[in-house]
């Protein structure tokens, strides 16, 4: 049987390169040296005998050759680095380390309630938490590189997960904000004369964000940066309601009475491997965690 000739380490190196679009950025997340990533970057160039990346200024981009082999072994990545993760959880019972990736709608109180709980039981374990958009639910699903989920599913793919609750969203704008001295209750007509302002994934189509009436929309990538831009007066939008809770007490912001529907909802679920969940004690301990903040467990 014939050994592989290119190493899981070398398409790791490839992978970050395309990531961070660099060499050097590339080094600096993974803790190495730029000749070290080049060098890994050469062999396995070489020992596929392809050309993998182009080097357009200081930007690393993939040919199209690359962008095929990368796309082949990018689960392979993922799927190597959950076989550890599982051989950690098996050695005793205890991780040292969680990968933990959260809507950014979800309720940050609820979540940090339950980090703290599981830290107590856990205070030598490191959560790593990254927080996603909705429309970056998919790709972060389909790579499988975290232990734990809290996001948004599909409706054909919902029993894929356990709910965990609704988030209600509101309409809000600046106490002040002319949409306020409008005849209530607000139609679809007085809202196009302002801008939406709302949130996107940074990766998201360009296109898919254009206004379709004659003021142009506004979006961030984060819910702290709309409801900031909404609180100068930018123009108005749909946030969370436990995010704007704070504001509208205070004033600064108010609840539009629209003519149509007032409440928008948006379901969360939590998505866990099975394997995990029966035999890992630390991420079924997480998990318990965040079910009990969400008033699932007792």
């Given amino acids: 049987m014939a050994l592989p000739r290119t190493t899981l380490e070398q398409w790791v190196v490839l992978q970050t390169v395309i990531e961070q679009g660099s060499y050097a950025q590339a080094a600096e997340v993974l803790n190495r040296s730029q000749s070290s990533v080049s060098y890994a970057l050469s062999g396995l160039q070489q020992r596929l005998g392809l050309p993998l990346l182009e080097i357009h200024g200081r930007k690393a981009t993939l040919t199209e050759q690359g962008r095929a082999l990368l796309m082949q072994a990018t689960p392979l990545i993922s799927a190597f680095l959950q076989l550890e993760h599982r051989a950690a959880g098996l050695k005793d019972g205890t991780r040292t380390e969680l990968s933990l990736v959260v809507d950014s709608v ?53 029993i894929q997960g356990r709910f965990l609750l609704d988030v209600d969203f509101v309409p809000v704008a ?49 819910v702290g940066a709309a409801m900031e831009a909404i609180a100068v007066g930018v123009g108005y939008g749909w946030l969370p309601l436990e995010s704007v809770e704070k504001a509208l007490e205070s004033g600064l912001l108010r609840r539009l009475e629209l003519s149509a529907r007032t409440v928008r909802q948006t379901a969360l679920y939590m998505v866990m491997d099975n394997e995990s969940e029966r035999f890992d004690k630390t991420v079924s301990t997480l998990a318990k965690s965040i079910l009990t903040e969400c008033g699932l467990l007792p």
Avoid: C
Wanted: proline share 8%.
């Fill in 174 to 222: 600046k106490s002040d904000h002319p949409l306020m001295s409008l005849t209530v209750p607000l139609t679809a007509q007085d809202l196009a004369r302002f801008p939406l302002i709302s949130v996107a994934d940074r990766h998201a189509p360009r296109a898919e964000n254009v206004s379709s009436g004659p003021v142009a929309s506004w979006t961030f990538t984060t």
């Fill in 106 to 158: 979800f309720p940050k109180y609820r979540l940090f309630r339950a980090l703290k709980n599981f830290q107590q039981q856990f205070p030598d374990t490191r959560v790593h938490l990254t927080e996603i958009l909705r429309g970056e639910s998919l790709k972060q699903l389909n790579e499988r590189s975290a232990d734990l989920y809290i996001t948004t599913l599909a409706p054909e793919n919902a």
